[in-house]
C-alpha cells in the first residue's frame, strides 16, 4: 500500500546525458514537490506542481525541469547532469499547500553521475 | 533569512539513556514546525506537526515540544530501531517546508 512511489531506487547516469527520474502517488494529492538531498545535508526543494500550476524555486538551476502529465505522476529531467548534481531527489505530496498540510515523502531515488 | 539549526549533529545513547534533540529557528512569522525520520537511503517519515508556542505531542517514546525560539524531540528510553536522523523542518510565508540538516541518532544496545 504504497503512497508515494518513486522509480528507480537508485540511477546511474553519465556526464551529460539526459535523465528522467519518477514519482508516483496513490494520495489523489495536489500538491507534488522535488527536493534534492547531497549527503547529510536538508532536503532543498528544486520546484512543486500545485495541479498543474508549476512553482520553480528561485535558485534552482535551468538544467533542472519537470513534467506533471496527470494527478498521480510528476517526472524530474535533468538535462545535462554534472558531478554536483549526484544526489537522492526525493518526491513528496501534500494534499493541498496550506501550512497545516503535512508532506508525505517518496523513498528516493539516489543518483550517480558518472 | 529563515534559518533552522539542528543540534548535535549526532549523538549517541545507551539503550534506555533518554535525552533530547533541539531544533532552533530564525523565521519570520512561524506558522508551523514539522519534525520527519530518516533511515539511512529512505525517504523523511512524518513525526509531528506543532502550530503554537507550548503545545506538545506525543507518539510512543517520542514527544516533541515547541516554544518561540526552538523545539524540542524527547527520546525517553530509546531503543536501537529509534536510531536515524531526525529533521526538523519550519513552514516560511510561501507555505514550503525549509529543513535543518538533522541530527544523527545512534542507540546501542
Known amino acids: 500500500d504504497a503512497m508515494v512511489i518513486q522509480n528507480p531506487r537508485y540511477q546511474v547516469t553519465q556526464f551529460g546525458k539526459p535523465v528522467t527520474l519518477s514519482c508516483s502517488q496513490t494520495?489523489?494529492?495536489?500538491?507534488m514537490y522535488w527536493y534534492q538531498q547531497k549527503s547529510s545535508q536538508a532536503p532543498k526543494l528544486l520546484f512543486h506542481?500545485?495541479?498543474?500550476?508549476?512553482?520553480n524555486e528561485a535558485d534552482t538551476p535551468d538544467n533542472f525541469q519537470s513534467r506533471r502529465p496527470n494527478t498521480s505522476f510528476c517526472f524530474l529531467d535533468i538535462r545535462s547532469p554534472g558531478l554536483g548534481d549526484a544526489a537522492m531527489y526525493l518526491c513528496?505530496?501534500?494534499?493541498?499547500?496550506?501550512?497545516?498540510?503535512?508532506?508525505?515523502f517518496g523513498p528516493g531515488t539516489r543518483l550517480l553521475v558518472l | 533569512e529563515d534559518q533552522v539549526t539542528q543540534s548535535p549533529e549526532a549523538l549517541r545513547l545507551q539503550e534506555g539513556e533518554s535525552s533530547s534533540l533541539n531544533c532552533s529557528y530564525t523565521v519570520s512569522g512561524l506558522r508551523g514546525l514539522f519534525w520527519y525520520r530518516q533511515d539511512p537511503g529512505k525517504g523523511p517519515e512524518f513525526l509531528f506537526t506543532l502550530y503554537s508556542a507550548g503545545e506538545e505531542k506525543e507518539k510512543e517514546r517520542l514527544k516533541a515540544t515547541l516554544t518561540k525560539k526552538e523545539s524540542f524531540l524527547h527520546i525517553t528510553a530509546p531503543k536501537p530501531e529509534d536510531s536515524a536522523t531526525y529533521l526538523c523542518a519550519v513552514i516560511t510565508g510561501a507555505n514550503n517546508l525549509f529543513f535543518g540538516t538533522g541530527t544523527r541518532l545512534t542507540v546501542i544496545p
Open positions: 494520495l489523489n494529492h495536489n500538491v
Open positions: 513528496a505530496t501534500s494534499r493541498d499547500r496550506g501550512y497545516q498540510e503535512t508532506q508525505y
Open positions: 506542481y500545485y495541479d498543474k500550476d508549476f512553482n
